[in-house]
Structure formats: structure tokens, C-alpha cells
């Protein structure tokens, strides 16, 4: 890339992998950019887990995770991004990966006490963000259901968003319970 800017955005305008220009409001690059918002978040919080006094019993668990997972985004969102047009998007094989966060949800499932209320989002600072976080993957899966929609064979890059922000809900809990932070319990009114 010898530019940063190409000029094209100034009219409304961008262009996918292929070159091919599409307006912004496009299907595809509401998708991408929500993807690019969820990433960046994820850095967000990956610099606050480093810098924090007192990280997390197991840190570089965490943090490992995060950064395969800012990668696992970055890969689906490029790979959204190569599309030519929104019927021609290629098949994404996020089938191993769905099964990795299955993985990691329930091993965190198994360390924390049985979930028998709605809780309310909050608690540590990070867990804050993660909460944040998790709220940002189900917009991102939002607009990806109607990518997804339109072009069938790519519901493994789908479903590994919606395990996300499952992940997301257990790493905000289980980072609440080993900070020995009470969460708040939904209590209707």
C-alpha cells in the first residue's frame, strides 16, 4: 500500500479486496466494519490486561486469547472484504474455531458458580469493557446474519461470532470472580 488515502470515501464510496467500489451503506462493509470496531476493542482491553497492577491469575491465557481471536477477526473480516459482490462472497471454514471458543467457554463454565440469575454488566473495570466488548460482537453478528443470509455456505464465520460473545460473557465473569468482585444481580422492578 503506497497510499493512505485514495479519495474514494469522499463521494461515499469504497473499495472491497477485488476493487470493486460499493457504496459504504453496503451490507458487506457494515459487516467489516463492525468486525474492525469488535478488533479494536479487544486491543483496548489486551492494553489494559498488560498494564494492570495485578493481571489475572492466568494472564497469558487471556492474552493468548485475545490476540487469536483479534487475528480470527481480522481473518473474517478480510476475508468478507475480498468479496466482489455480496452473492459471491467466498465460503469462510470457521468450523475449528467454533469449536476452540466451545472449548474455552466451558472450561470457563467449570470454574465459575452456576449462573442462576440475570447479572447485570459491570463489575472490574476490564470485565466493564468486556462487557462492551460482548455487546459489540452481537451488533457485529447482527449485520453478519444478513451477509450470511444472502450468501449461504458462510454460517461457520456467523456462528463463530455468536460464540464470542458467549466467551466474552464467561471471561467477564470469571475475571469479576477472581478479582473477588460481587457482580450485580438483575432485579426486576
Not at 481480522?74 to 475480498?82: A, K, R, T
Not at 454460517?155 to 463463530?160: D, H, L, N, T, V
Request: charged share 20%.
Amino acid at each position: 500500500m503506497t497510499k493512505i488515502y485514495t479519495k474514494i470515501g469522499d463521494h461515499g464510496f469504497t473499495s472491497l479486496g477485488h476493487g470493486v467500489k460499493v457504496e459504504k451503506s453496503n451490507d458487506i462493509i457494515h459487516a467489516v466494519g463492525n468486525l474492525d470496531e469488535l478488533n479494536s476493542y479487544l486491543g483496548l482491553i489486551l492494553a489494559l490486561e498488560e498494564q494492570r497492577d495485578r493481571p489475572c491469575v492466568e494472564p497469558v491465557i487471556f492474552t493468548e486469547w485475545l490476540l487469536t481471536v483479534q487475528s480470527d477477526l481480522f481473518f473474517l473480516g478480510g476475508e468478507l472484504s475480498m468479496s466482489a459482490q455480496a452473492d459471491k462472497i467466498n465460503a469462510i471454514d470457521f468450523s475449528g474455531r467454533v469449536v476452540a471458543m466451545e472449548s474455552t467457554i466451558d472450561q470457563l463454565t467449570q470454574l465459575l458458580p452456576p449462573l442462576r440469575n440475570f447479572i447485570l454488566p459491570g463489575g472490574s473495570l476490564i470485565a466493564s469493557h468486556i462487557h462492551i466488548a460482548r455487546t459489540i460482537a452481537r451488533r457485529a453478528e447482527r449485520f453478519l446474519s444478513v451477509v450470511i443470509r444472502a450468501t449461504p455456505g458462510n454460517e461457520s464465520g456467523f456462528i463463530f461470532i455468536n460464540r464470542l460473545s458467549d466467551a466474552l460473557f464467561q471471561w467477564a465473569r470469571w475475571l469479576n470472580e477472581v478479582e473477588n468482585i460481587e457482580v450485580r444481580i438483575w432485579k426486576k422492578n
